[in-house]
């Protein structure tokens, strides 16, 4: 899901970068207000367990292949923002010092993935889990978290690429950068989504439910009973 | 065993294990995930030249360790293999050391 370089207009790519660094700059803030210097290592972790994630590729009929990302797992043990920040950082390194990843394409993946992914996550893990605290209602939820979340990156992903034949064409009317319209991008990726969001599922399902059974009480997303009453 | 420093050794295993994500797409003949795909590749599937922008901007930035291969895109097989699970290995290690330099400053 990492856009190249070229496929993203201006036009696409600079708004894109002003919303990952909105969320950025919000992120270091609450990051700094919420967790504390001893969570720095648990940061670490995530962003090395996210980088790493990202590597196993796998291969699906039609050819393609695609990899989990992790984000949903780490805002549901760190917080979303933790995510935001850790999964960017991630994604910055992946584009400068490996190639993974376009360079004007960094907000864009940013915000398909360190902001998008782990809000979706986080939001459908709230309403799915609701206030059971039964181990089998929590893996359910996490395990639908890390589906919808990567689901829904992959759908962005999608319409970025697709309105692209559509805001940045030549005076010919052919497309400038990516070349195939939404009718083609949409469907190209959410299929196969539908596909590789069983890992991120199952990925996001098993570590939390491992994080929750070793530390109690140290993820995020099941320590926001007062929170969530007083919403 | 601290539960933290049991997830790092578990992060070293996968680390190791990382070539699996070249190795297994390669045994399916998989190619590149949708909208991956380099300028080449692209002109194959269109049968032509990729869109003029794309062209021009694609290889525009040249990353250190392209695809994670410190060979270069098209090395050799194994150093390939070794400096992909080399990278997720220098990621984790990175990370780690930030992280014990953190709790340090506690």
Redesign the interface.
């Known amino acids: 899901m990492h856009i190249p370089d070229g496929y993203l207009s201006p036009q696409t790519y600079i708004p894109l970068y002003g919303v990952a660094a909105g969320f950025w700059a919000v992120a270091i803030r609450k990051i700094k207000k919420e967790l504390s210097a001893k969570n720095v290592p648990y940061l670490g972790l995530a962003s090395a367990f996210s980088f790493i994630i990202m590597m196993f590729n796998i291969p699906i009929p039609g050819g393609t292949t695609g990899h989990a990302v992790g984000a949903a797992f780490i805002a549901l043990v760190l917080g979303p923002w933790a995510a935001v920040v850790t999964v960017s950082v991630v994604l910055i390194i992946q584009a400068l010092v490996f190639g993974d990843g376009g360079i004007t394409a960094i907000g864009a993946n940013c915000v398909n993935m360190a902001v998008v992914m782990p809000f979706v996550a986080y939001a459908v893990f709230m309403l799915v889990r609701g206030r059971s605290t039964g181990n089998r209602r929590i893996f359910v939820a996490a395990f639908l978290a890390g589906y919808a979340g990567l689901f829904a990156a992959a759908a962005i992903t999608a319409l970025e690429f697709g309105i692209q034949p559509l805001v940045a064409a030549g005076a010919d009317g052919k497309p400038l950068y990516a070349p195939y319209p939404l009718s083609i991008a949409l469907p190209a990726m959410t299929i196969e989504h539908l596909f590789f969001g069983i890992f991120e599922g199952l990925v996001t399902a098993l570590l939390v439910r491992y994080i929750h059974r070793s530390e109690p009480g140290s993820v995020y997303a099941l320590r926001e009973e007062s929170r969530e009453i007083a919403q | 065993m601290k539960?933290?420093n049991?997830?790092?050794i578990g992060?070293l295993l996968?680390?190791l294990?990382?070539p699996?994500?070249?190795v297994?797409?390669e045994y399916?003949?998989?190619?590149?995930?949708?909208?991956?795909?380099?300028?080449e590749t692209?002109r194959a599937k269109?049968g032509g030249p990729?869109?003029?922008?794309?062209?021009?901007?694609?290889?525009?930035?040249?990353?250190?360790?392209?695809?994670?291969s410190i060979g270069g895109n098209n090395g050799n097989r194994t150093v390939r293999i070794v400096s992909?699970a080399g990278?997720?290995l220098g990621?984790?290690l990175v990370?780690?050391i930030?992280?014990?330099l953190?709790?340090k400053?506690?």
């Open positions: 539960s933290r049991k997830l790092w992060l996968l680390a294990l990382t699996l994500g070249i297994i797409p399916f003949k998989a190619g590149d995930a949708w909208g991956e795909w380099s300028v692209l269109l990729a869109p003029a922008k794309l062209e021009e901007n694609a290889d525009r930035y040249r990353a250190p360790v392209p695809d994670y992909y990278s997720a990621f984790a990370a780690y930030i992280a014990k953190a709790g400053h506690e």
